[in-house]
């Protein structure tokens, strides 16, 4: 029995033929959103399986927590698609499908013989999500990838860290993840523009393109001046002050976006006269003053702590936040307000916490607590028996598309 969640995608079948983080964690947020998600795996099962964390049960029984993060609510039946059984059961599945993702470096679902150009005439209704590290096309296409490598290649760790500092991969997965994103976007357009055309597409997303897509700032500063950016540390590149900042013993982010808002920092720093100082008086100055303010403002913070701070700086309105740790983080009010931190109950290792959904829908619930993560080839029989009962017929003689 499904273990989907009630949502705008409920009724949708979706095949997770992904592995690894990025095509995994678009098939997630299909699941969050009430999709039914049946992840296919290889015999030996998603090499994440194997990657820690690990939480050990009571029990003495240990899983990925990072696994288990990213493929919780779906089902998992493990499929050879090289051998001829596995593929009848594989293209069972696929006549009933309404989304297949799979995040295969290019040509490998070509040489499996379920590339695009075969199922779009197969099935005409099913929307094909590739997530890949370099897409379909270009001179990269058949290149493997990894995030720490579009994280290079895309620009995103030449503009991370500290000045004159190493080479800084961004402390998250952003380049799976924006892949991850970027796909789940471009799979709910594939489906909006099914409910109008009765076609099924392709949808090709390139990890390498999406770390293209979020350099907003960093394009527009090398096109309009021509000069190649480079790390700031925790600043922003246009804006002051929008910057970590040090008090009396660690750290705050401030973050005023204007001339009003750095009005108010000045009054609650006890330095009303900065606003009038040529050197601060327009954001322009304070970026060409920008080592001067932040040494006039650090000097001022010293004198207080970095709670005493912030709760000055928000009376008055100002932007501002402490540094979180994780452990921070999992205890704010405001994330458990959010549902941000639910649990999952694992048969094995018992409750385990993990991200919620950021996406909050008024028409649906947003359940605290969230299904399982499925066993390696957990649901085979469940599945199999599914698709004897409502199609006894062999594979190929499968010709119309049935809801399963």
Known sequence: MSNAAKGPFSGLLVLDLTRVLAGPYAALMLAELGARVIKIE???GDDARRYGPFITGDNGAAKSGYFMSINRGKESIALDLKNNEDRRIFEALLVRADVLIENY???TMEKLGYGWDVLKDKHPRLIYAAVSGFGHTGPYAARPAYDMVVQAMGGIMSLTGHPGGPPTRVGTSVGDLTAALFGTVGIASALYDREKTGRGQKVDVGMLDCQVAILENAIARYVATGEVPGPMGARHPSIAPFAAFKTRHDYIVIAAGNDALFARVAKVLGHDEWPRDARFA???????????????MEAALAARSSKKWLALLEAEGVPCAPINDIAAVMADPQVHARNMIVTAADPDVGPVRMQGNPIKLSAYDDPSTRPPTPGLDGDR????KELELENPLP??????RSEL
């Not at 029989?381 to 199999?384: E, F, R, T």
């Not at 594979?395 to 119309?400: K, M, T, V």
């Open 105 to 107: 470096r290019g040509g």
């Open 381 to 384: 029989a469940a599945i199999l």
């Open 282 to 296: 327009t954001n322009f100055a304070r970026i060409e003053h920008l080592d001067a303010l932040h040494a006039e």
């Open 42 to 44: 290889p015999p030996e």
């Open 395 to 400: 594979a190929e003689a499968l010709s119309s």
